[in-house]
């Protein structure tokens, strides 16, 4: 077995070197000299320094080098964390310092947006064309790090979690496996690099002997532009937010044979559309668990609740638990947590030790030594045959007159309303009363009266249920990473 993620991508190497790899403004890699070139800034980083458990930055636009960087870091046994140049530098400074990365890989564009220090910096688009030398150290193996990730906090600092090579290698070959993935597939990198979703799409890619085909435009996250790049890129596997499928026509897309639904929840009028001719997998999971942890595939002719189709069972060599309060597993139907267990467990997070006693902790359910079980804070019940439904986040059911409310719930019955394109409902506290405020989507300024979906609602949702304020927005405003940004909406509410 490989226990690497990028022995994997190495072996597509030499079974296609002539293989397109990653595409990109008309130009392709080809796995061969992807490999090579690899290969080389593999060698000029060992000699700087990096080896298993090293942690480098990539500090470079999306581009054909940046994923040479990114199978560079890997060959020579480090940890790789990309850098988003969108990012506003305040964050990007912040998420460096706390990294402590002994090297960093940028461009000539990027490298002096970072302060150095003692840091070394390898140029991507010098270092990549130098001559390949022999490299001599240690092999990482299956337990060392892989990549990190850093996601917002709630304390408003982001934070960093390390991810292992057995975690990313168990998702990629399940994945590729679930879906056929080979040569001739193409597959459209479209998460933001400093999302965990931009390293599933990378290896689902380059493992297989697919291309990964690489964004021109910034603008993807425009419904019309991501609907275009997919139909002229002859894209066949995507993985795509819901909300953003939610605002786009599913037809005219014949390339198109399989998506993941991946980041938020899937609702049952996407699946109508958008799994009719082809496969629609609904994923879920925590950055803390190597990306996805379970997976339902959907029908169009499925029957689902409004919020959605279940999300599944786990994928092999992961653990799924519902449990109650006291950490026991609840009956099947009943509300608890889910907590996950198995390969894809993140170390930890970085330098937060505090955070490490909060959300990980000893697995009681496993006789392997140093198992350990992750607290998602989601909430789900087990369906009979054993699928998963998730019902929201802890933090999201709200209670109001003594009524728990699922925000995720009032938001699919106002998506029904046929002049709303996208609705966000969050709860607002004034002065001891608990109030919720919905935010539509029309797509235009064009007359949405508030009473009238006031009155929408009030035909599917008890009165408690019914927001107290509607707010009509031309766009719902979206982190970088494509998700509806909630927090943004707040600031918004006078």
């Not at 690899?38 to 480098?56: M, N």
Request: hydrophobic share 40%; net charge positive; with cysteine.
């Amino acid at each position: 077995m490989t226990d690497c993620i990028h022995h994997l991508v190495q072996e597509q190497a030499r079974r296609r070197p002539e293989a397109a790899a990653v595409e990109h403004a008309g130009t392709s890699l080809s796995y061969g000299e992807l490999e090579h070139r690899a290969e080389a800034l593999a060698g000029r980083l060992a000699r700087a320094g990096v080896g298993p458990e090293t942690r480098v930055g990539i500090f470079a636009e999306r581009s054909p080098e940046l994923f040479i960087g990114i199978l560079a870091v890997l060959k020579a046994g480090g940890a790789y964390l990309s850098l988003d140049p969108a990012y506003p530098q305040e964050r990007l400074l912040r998420i460096w310092e706390d990294l402590k990365a002994p090297v960093l890989l940028a461009t000539q564009r990027t490298a002096d947006r970072l302060p150095l220090k003692t840091t070394k910096l390898v140029r991507l688009d010098r270092e990549t064309e130098a001559i390949h030398s022999p490299r001599s150290g240690q092999e990482p193996g299956s337990g060392n790090l892989a990549y990190a990730i850093f996601t917002s906090g709630s304390t408003g600092r982001p934070k960093g979690i390390l991810l292992e090579h057995r975690g990313l290698c168990n998702l990629i070959r399940w994945t590729n496996g679930l879906l056929g993935l080979g040569p001739g597939d193409r597959l459209l990198q479209f998460a933001a690099l400093s999302f965990d979703v931009s390293v599933w799409e990378t290896f689902m890619a380059l493992a297989s002997g697919a291309t990964l085909v690489l964004p021109e435009a910034e603008d993807r996250f425009l419904a019309p532009a991501l609907h275009k790049m997919l139909r002229e890129k002859d894209v066949s596997v995507a993985l795509l937010p819901p909300s953003l499928m939610a605002l786009m026509p599913s037809e005219e897309l014949p390339k198109l044979r399989a998506v993941i639904s991946v980041g938020e929840r899937l609702p049952t009028e996407v699946v109508r559309r958008w799994a009719r001719g082809r496969r629609l997998i609904n994923g879920y999971g925590p950055a803390e668990a190597t990306i996805t942890v379970s997976a339902f595939e959907t029908s169009a002719k499925g029957r689902y609740p409004l919020l959605g189709p279940p999300i599944g069972k786990p994928i092999p060599n992961t653990q799924l638990h519902v449990l109650g309060p006291n950490l026991e597993p609840v009956p099947a139907g009943e509300s608890g947590e889910i907590f996950v267990g198995g390969v894809g467990v993140a170390r930890g997070y970085l330098d937060r030790p505090e955070l490490d006693r909060e959300k990980f902790m000893p697995d009681p359910f496993s006789d392997e030594p140093g198992a350990r079980l992750l607290r998602t804070g989601d909430l789900a019940r087990r369906l009979p045959g054993g699928n998963l439904e998730f019902l929201g986040r802890a933090d999201d059911q709200v209670k109001i007159h003594g009524v728990r409310i699922e925000l995720g719930e009032v938001e699919a019955v106002l998506r029904r309303h046929p002049q709303v394109r996208d609705a966000v409902v969050i709860l607002r506290q004034e002065k001891g009363r608990s109030r919720l405020i919905a935010f539509v989507d029309s797509g235009s300024l064009a007359d949405i009266a508030p009473a009238g979906l006031r009155r929408h609602a009030l035909e599917m949702l008890p009165r408690p249920m019914v927001p107290h304020d509607f707010l009509v927005l031309k766009e719902l405003p979206r982190t970088p990473n494509g998700k509806l940004d909630r927090k943004n909406l707040e600031a918004r509410y006078g």
